[in-house]
T-cell receptor, first 114, second 114 residues
Framework: ETGVTQTPRHLVMGMTNKKSLKCEQH?????MYWYKQSAKKPLELMFV???????ENNSVPSRFSPECPNSSHLFLHLHTLQPEDSALYLC?????????????FGPGTRLLVL | GNSVTQMEGPVTLSEEAFLTINCTYT??????LFWYVQYPGEGLQLLLK?????DKGSNKGFEATYRKETTSFHLEKGSVQVSDSAVYFC?????????????FGGGTRVLVKP
């Protein structure tokens, strides 16, 4: 148990659906991250939030929309996804910007787009 | 830019064998270095870290030493168990800025057979 929870753990959705992934951290951190982990590909950083402001958006398609309402919660809103978006989506948090650089990960949401 | 290179797997070995996973990096400045482990069906967990040259990180029988002269952070364990079967990721931190960015290697899958 790392102090970072993600829901749901598994999600199956059609290409026309809208769904949201939720991440919550109980570590008192103020930076949060979304990563995509696909089979046989390196871990891809998608978004970075620091003090509830987005500070990084790594050319992620607009069908992925992040939201960070407070320092403990991070969402990833999904709409009109493609089958190639099927992957494990990992959330992480850290103390930022001058604290410990260690990132703590949640268990991930396994997403399948049909 | 920063980059991390680690040996590709899978690495298959018998229980009680010696494990080494090589990791080399390219970075500006003086990054912190990390090893994360991902067990099947789970997110990434911090295994160990080192924040400056010649530091040795250790945890659960694993060790890695920050070698600035060879830009390496090789992971070792003297006697592996079946429960060590997992994917291991080497990572380094970026410059301290809003949102601590980690650069990950591609991961090395380790399979330990009884």
């Amino acid at each position: 148990e790392t102090g970072v929870t993600q829901t749901p753990r598994h999600l199956v959705m059609g290409m026309t659906n809208k769904k949201s992934l939720k991440c919550e951290q109980h570590l008192g951190h103020n930076a949060m991250y979304w990563y995509k982990q696909s089979a046989k590909k390196p871990l891809e950083l998608m978004f970075v939030y620091s003090l509830e402001e987005r500070v990084e958006n790594n050319s992620v398609p607009s069908r992925f929309s992040p939201e960070c309402p407070n320092s403990s919660h991070l969402f990833l809103h999904l709409h009109t996804l493609q089958p190639e978006d099927s992957a494990l989506y990992l959330c992480a948090s850290s103390q930022d910007p001058q604290g410990d650089e260690t990132q703590y990960f949640g268990p991930g949401t396994r997403l399948l787009v049909l | 830019g920063n980059s991390v290179t680690q040996m590709e797997g899978p690495v298959t070995l018998s229980e009680e064998a010696f494990l080494t996973i090589n990791c080399t990096y390219t970075a500006t400045g003086y990054p912190s270095l990390f090893w994360y482990v991902q067990y099947p069906g789970e997110g990434l967990q911090l295994l160990l870290k080192a924040t400056k040259a010649d530091d040795k990180g250790s945890n659960k029988g694993f060790e890695a030493t920050y070698r600035k002269e060879t830009t390496s952070f090789h992971l070792e364990k003297g006697s592996v168990q079946v429960s060590d079967s997992a994917v291991y990721f080497c990572a380094l931190s970026g410059a301290k800025a809003a949102g601590n960015k980690l650069t990950f290697g591609g991961g090395t899958r380790v399979l330990v057979k009884p």
